[in-house]
Protein backbone atom coordinates (compact mmCIF):
# COMPACT_ATOMS: atom_id res chain seq x y z
CA UNK A 1 0.00 0.00 0.00
CA UNK A 2 3.08 2.52 0.69
CA UNK A 3 5.70 0.92 -1.16
CA UNK A 4 5.69 3.77 -3.76
CA UNK A 5 6.29 6.61 -0.89
CA UNK A 6 8.97 8.79 -2.36
CA UNK A 7 12.08 9.07 0.28
CA UNK A 8 12.30 12.44 2.65
CA UNK A 9 14.04 15.63 0.74
CA UNK A 10 12.28 14.57 -2.48
CA UNK A 11 11.33 17.80 -4.29
CA UNK A 12 8.04 17.73 -5.72
CA UNK A 13 5.52 20.34 -7.78
CA UNK A 14 1.88 19.66 -6.76
CA UNK A 15 -0.97 19.36 -9.25
CA UNK A 16 -2.52 22.52 -9.61
CA UNK A 17 1.01 23.99 -7.82
CA UNK A 18 3.29 27.17 -9.01
CA UNK A 19 5.71 26.57 -6.38
CA UNK A 20 7.62 23.30 -5.87
CA UNK A 21 7.93 21.98 -1.85
CA UNK A 22 10.00 19.34 -0.24
CA UNK A 23 8.74 16.52 1.26
CA UNK A 24 9.70 16.09 5.02
CA UNK A 25 7.58 13.54 6.21
CA UNK A 26 5.41 10.36 5.64
CA UNK A 27 2.46 8.48 6.81
CA UNK A 28 1.30 12.30 8.26
CA UNK A 29 -1.74 14.23 9.63
CA UNK A 30 -2.53 17.20 10.52
CA UNK A 31 -3.83 18.43 14.04
CA UNK A 32 -7.15 18.56 14.05
CA UNK A 33 -8.10 16.78 11.18
CA UNK A 34 -8.89 12.69 10.32
CA UNK A 35 -7.06 12.49 7.43
CA UNK A 36 -3.90 10.28 7.30
CA UNK A 37 -1.97 11.57 4.29
CA UNK A 38 0.80 9.79 2.31
CA UNK A 39 3.19 13.36 2.37
CA UNK A 40 3.96 16.57 4.47
CA UNK A 41 5.98 18.80 2.36
CA UNK A 42 7.28 22.85 2.92
CA UNK A 43 8.12 25.16 0.66
CA UNK A 44 11.38 24.34 -1.55
CA UNK A 45 13.80 26.15 -1.23
CA UNK A 46 12.82 27.80 2.59
CA UNK A 47 11.94 25.22 4.46
CA UNK A 48 9.62 25.31 7.53
CA UNK A 49 8.92 28.98 8.12
CA UNK A 50 6.03 27.67 10.00
CA UNK A 51 3.00 25.56 10.61
CA UNK A 52 0.91 27.45 7.89
CA UNK A 53 3.32 26.86 5.34
CA UNK A 54 3.27 22.99 5.67
CA UNK A 55 1.33 20.81 3.40
CA UNK A 56 -0.29 17.64 3.57
CA UNK A 57 -1.28 15.47 0.40
CA UNK A 58 -1.15 11.91 -1.07
CA UNK A 59 1.32 10.46 -3.97
CA UNK A 60 -1.28 10.95 -6.23
CA UNK A 61 -1.13 14.61 -5.55
CA UNK A 62 2.39 14.49 -7.42
CA UNK A 63 2.34 16.23 -10.55
CA UNK A 64 5.77 16.03 -11.45
CA UNK A 65 9.22 14.68 -9.16
CA UNK A 66 11.84 17.43 -9.83
CA UNK A 67 14.75 15.51 -6.92
CA UNK A 68 14.83 12.37 -5.67
CA UNK A 69 15.07 12.23 -1.76
CA UNK A 70 18.02 10.88 -0.41
CA UNK A 71 18.49 6.77 -0.12
CA UNK A 72 21.15 4.90 1.81
CA UNK A 73 21.06 0.90 3.06
CA UNK A 74 18.85 2.71 6.21
CA UNK A 75 16.35 4.22 4.10
CA UNK A 76 16.08 0.69 1.93
CA UNK A 77 15.35 -1.31 5.40
CA UNK A 78 13.03 1.34 6.29
CA UNK A 79 10.77 0.50 3.19
CA UNK A 80 11.21 -3.17 3.45
CA UNK A 81 10.72 -3.73 7.25
CA UNK A 82 8.08 -0.68 7.81
CA UNK A 83 6.21 1.10 4.66
CA UNK A 84 6.27 -2.15 2.46
CA UNK A 85 4.38 -3.78 4.84
CA UNK A 86 1.99 -1.39 5.99
CA UNK A 87 -2.12 -2.18 5.77
CA UNK A 88 -4.88 -0.31 7.24
CA UNK A 89 -4.09 2.77 9.11
CA UNK A 90 -6.33 4.49 11.21
CA UNK A 91 -6.00 7.45 13.54
CA UNK A 92 -7.02 6.96 17.50
CA UNK A 93 -6.19 9.45 20.24
CA UNK A 94 -4.96 11.79 17.43
CA UNK A 95 -2.13 9.02 16.90
CA UNK A 96 -1.63 6.79 13.76
CA UNK A 97 -2.33 3.27 14.51
CA UNK A 98 -1.20 0.59 12.36
CA UNK A 99 -4.73 -1.89 11.91
CA UNK A 100 -2.61 -4.58 10.15
CA UNK A 101 0.82 -5.58 8.76
CA UNK A 102 1.13 -7.07 4.83
CA UNK A 103 3.01 -10.45 5.66
CA UNK A 104 5.49 -11.27 2.89
Not at 79 to 90: P, S, T, V, Y
Request: with cysteine.
Amino acid sequence: MYKNLLPIGSVVLLKGGEKRVMICGRIQTRSGDQTIYDYSACYYPEGIVGAHSMFFFNHDGIEKIYFMGFQDEEEFMFHEQILDRLGDLALEDDKIVVKNLIED
